[in-house]
């Protein structure tokens, strides 16, 4: 933030790094081994008074050092000067905390250089003795050159007791110190032998070279014990949220683990394969395979290590986009470009939304990510996102839940910049790609059933439960939500004390033309029944399950239900009707006279936002419903995120059903009691990649509430003055009064959900009520106190005590008549002419019997033939 940044494209995510630092890494633990390899074998050929192994020695010292001293010294000025360019703020930090080590590490450098020229210029020409100490210099010089680098490397990842002290010695003798220098010494030996190969490989008296090739094997043999056992100990000694990321969040490292769990053996048998009496031209070519397998086996290492970082460049110091944490709190407060020095943009406007944001990505997203690069490349992780509120939404929840990345630091307004710039830029999505257009739908004509208030005998009141089923077309793939709508009746027969008639009668609903069980009808059905492991609808099986049929007593509520019909806003036609009209008939059963008709809405939607953030378009007439693409990418995100194998199982014929994991008191299945029920888990999960949102825009990006889609579910004439948050909260608060209710039952997944959330309606967290989903839910009371008209416009945080005091299952104060029969569903209590499909279709009933749009009873002669003189349904209900 404080430095320019050098912008790599292709060769960024730390390609250049990786490319220099695994060969000079290499290269520079041979460098500490190989000195001790020297002075043992010379030792061992005066011993043995050998001319061939000191001869062999003394060749092996120019190979040596020149590896050692020249390409390495070329590898070490390299990235010393590439983790300047790429990295100066987290360079500048480790160059002042460790002023006196790098000093003395520079003494000790001085040391080699001086000691191994010496070693090997007077190689045959000084005094033996004398000679083995020069080499003995060299070697410890080396050593404590690897045990003060060792220090500043391992504070990287475990700087420990240096966060809150900052003193030297506990960064330098951090937690993973002991442990990595034991590693690291093992590493070192085993590279002896590793090198040793090579030189040996070219000598052409054969038995020599035997002789040197088993020696060899033996110095890449032994030191295993120790580089295993230091390794152990080194991940021990990880901290735990490290660890977590090495093991479970980051499928970059986990590849890297597996590698190296592989190429550890390789290297081992492939160097006890050396002993054997091969073909000189063989060794010749293996000793170089060898080496390969070393490079690769320390490249795996030194990626595990700086992953496990993540999202660090200095552990709890200093993140990976070079800003201090201590810095965080200001740089949200004020906004990532007012506090950066190499920008000229200091906030975002919308003429430089675009420059605007590629100087954040520079800053935030090129550290790690290349762009068309060899390593770490951003295009296949944003390829999915056609729209900047999907990208805006993952950076949104970065760092929250996975904390591989940092979070995004800045304003929402650089988020929303650099948001555009992704999907703008380098996804190449033009202004009409992105997001989801205004939709308009064509308005259907409804007929109204004819009602004559002298002649007709009988009212017929008809209402679907919710207000919208929303369903997903992924069937496929996974269901969370089946086809299973249901619908209410009340039969009135009218007269100066009207009753509510529930016997000798038979109710009957039929779907419009076009509606009748149309290919996709049966398709959904058939899995849904499959995931439930029974038929939705008791006692009716496939083949007779349809969008018509005879509704069943309700004695608790003197009603009428058909429970689960399998109703799709798919119309024969191919286009797309979320609000299919049913025909209610009510029939005498002795004589088969047809009592009273109406008409009601049966709401459903697969209007379900998934595509925003997980990739895909809608997969009907442009506006709804998911495609294959959108339906495989969530089952991949669970997969990746939770460990979990959906994607195979259902690509394999066995498609997921939610509920079948996650309780859900709407379908009343119990899920596994160790995880969070739907509700809470899916509003949780959510909930932190969409904070901060203003109105109903976050529920939009998931329910068919968006009031430019193709569904509008919120139909009332609530609309007009309110939006989902009125009473739901916002997601924030929303999500939270759920995961409150579950972490009370000592659900472990709720607090890590919870952990990033704040509470927007109520002043803190604390203050949010628990609740149940679908039985604590909002009240109609809150706000009509004693039935008056609302005294405020917010429900949040009181909730029904239980399912019976819910609207759709409560009655007036006579136990008579459901609330929802006057009133009409949650979501289109009427006045509900804000349907998309026209403004007489969520309004029947109140025209067929009051000829106006207002809730049932606002002409009380609907049922009553003689005025009543008092309030008998609720307080207040005349001046409707």
Not at 338 to 350: E, F, I, L
Not at 736 to 756: C, D, P, Q, V
Not at 804 to 817: K, S, V
């Amino acid at each position: 933030m404080n430095y320019p940044i050098w912008d790599l494209t292709v060769y960024g995510g730390g390609f250049l790094i990786a490319l220099v630092a695994v060969v000079h890494v290499l290269v520079s633990h041979f460098a500490v081994g190989g000195g001790l390899f020297l002075v043992m074998l010379e030792k061992k050929a005066y011993k043995e008074d050998d001319a061939g192994l000191l001869d062999y020695v003394k060749k092996h010292s120019k190979f040596f050092l020149l590896v050692s001293m020249v390409f390495s010294g070329m590898t070490g000025v390299g990235i010393w000067w590439t983790i300047a360019l790429l990295n100066p703020a987290a360079t500048s930090s480790l160059i002042h905390t460790f002023v006196f080590g790098w000093a003395a590490e520079w003494v000790f450098f001085v040391c080699e250089i001086v000691a191994l020229f010496i070693y090997f210029y007077t190689f045959g020409k000084m005094d033996r003795k004398k000679h083995l100490i020069v080499g003995w210099i060299y070697f410890i010089s080396a050593w404590m050159s690897l045990f003060l680098i060792n220090g500043i490397i391992g504070y990287m990842l475990t700087p420990g007791a240096w966060i809150e002290t900052h003193n030297f010695w506990d960064g330098f003798f951090n937690p993973t110190f002991w442990p990595s220098l034991i590693f690291r010494t093992g590493l070192s030996l085993t590279l002896c032998g590793v090198f040793g190969f090579v030189t040996a490989a070219f000598l052409k008296n054969a038995d020599l070279r035997q002789k040197i090739m088993r020696t060899c094997a033996a110095w890449v043999a032994i030191p295993f014990t120790l580089m295993v056992s230091g390794g152990w100990w080194y991940f021990i000694a990880i901290p735990e949220p490290a660890k977590t990321i090495m093991l479970e969040k980051s499928p970059e490292v986990a590849d890297y683990i597996q590698l190296l769990t592989w190429i550890m053996p390789i290297l081992f048998i492939a160097s006890m394969i050396m002993t054997i009496r091969l073909p000189n031209s063989f060794q010749k070519v293996f000793c170089f395979v060898i080496v390969g397998i070393s490079l690769v086996y320390f490249g795996a290492f030194e990626f595990i290590r700086e992953g496990s970082r993540r999202p660090f460049i200095i552990y709890d110091h200093m993140y990976s986009n070079q800003v201090y944490v201590k810095d965080v709190p200001e740089v949200q407060k004020s906004g990532f470009l007012a506090s950066a020095k190499w920008t000229k943009y200091k906030q975002v406007t919308d003429e430089n939304l675009l420059e605007a944001g590629h100087d954040l990505f520079k800053f935030q997203c090129s550290p790690c990510h290349s762009v068309d690069g060899f390593l770490n490349d951003i295009k296949p992780e944003i390829a999915k996102y056609d729209s900047a509120f999907g990208m805006d939404a993952k950076l949104d929840g970065l760092g929250k839940l996975n904390q591989y990345m940092p979070h995004f630091m800045g304003t929402r307004e650089e988020r929303w910049a650099l948001a555009n710039y992704i999907v703008s830029d380098l996804n190449k999505m033009s202004d009409k790609n992105m997001g989801n257009p205004v939709v308009e739908q064509k308005e259907l004509p409804v007929t109204i059933p004819p009602f004559d208030k002298e002649k007709d005998e009988y009212v017929l009141l008809s209402w679907n439960s919710q207000g919208m089923h929303t369903i997903s077309d992924s069937s496929p793939y996974w269901i969370i939500q089946p086809p299973a709508n249901n619908i209410f009746a009340q039969l009135v027969k009218r007269g100066d004390s009207p009753e509510i008639i529930t016997e000798d009668v038979e109710i009957s609903y039929q779907a419009e033309e076009g509606f009748e069980y149309p290919e996709k009808q049966v398709q959904f059905w058939n899995h849904a029944s499959k995931l439930l492991g029974t038929d939705l609808a008791p006692g009716v099986g496939l083949e007779g399950l349809k969008v018509s049929g005879i509704m069943q007593v309700e004695e608790d509520h003197r009603a009428f239900s058909a429970a689960s019909v399998p109703v799709v806003p798919y119309p024969e036609d191919g286009s797309f009707n979320p609000y299919p009209v049913f025909t209610i008939t009510a029939t005498d059963k002795a004589t088969g006279k047809v009592l009273a008709t109406t008409k009601t809405v049966v709401p459903t939607s697969t209007e379900m936002g998934c595509k925003n953030c997980h990739g895909g378009v809608w997969r009907v007439a442009g506006v709804a419903g998911l495609t294959d693409a959108t339906s495989l990418d969530v089952l991949a995100t669970h997969d990746r995120i939770s460990g979990t194998d959906l994607v195979e199982r259902a690509k394999n014929g066995e498609p997921m059903f939610c509920q079948s994991c996650h309780a859900d008191s709407n379908l009343g299945t119990q899920g596994d009691p160790e995880l969070l029920n739907l509700s809470a888990a899916i509003h949780g999960w959510h909930a932190n990649f969409l904070t901060d949102r203003e109105g109903g825009e976050s529920c939009a990006a998931c329910h068919p509430s968006n009031p430019d889609g193709a569904t509008q579910f919120f139909r009332s004439h609530h609309a007009q003055f309110m939006d989902c948050t009125s009473c739901h909260g916002t997601m924030e608060d929303h999500s939270l009064s759920l995961l409150k209710k579950e972490r009370e039952a000592g659900k472990k997944g709720a607090s890590r959900l919870m952990e990033n959330l704040q509470a927007r309606v109520v002043d803190s967290v604390d203050e949010i009520k628990p609740r149940a989903p679908w039985v604590n839910e909002p009240d109609c009371l809150t706000c009509h106190e004693e039935f008056e008209m609302g005294s405020s416009m917010d429900a949040f945080n009181t909730w029904t005590e239980g399912a019976e005091g819910l609207f759709r299952n409560r009655h007036d104060q006579m136990e008579a008549i459901m609330c929802a029969a006057c009133h009409s569903s949650p979501h289109a209590v009427y006045p509900a002419t804000f349907n998309v499909l026209g403004e007489n279709r969520d309004t029947i009933q109140p025209l067929q019997y009051q000829g106006n749009d207002r809730p049932i009873g606002n002409d009380c002669m609907v049922c009553h033939t003689v005025q009543p003189e008092f309030e008998g349904h609720h307080p207040n209900s005349l001046r409707l």
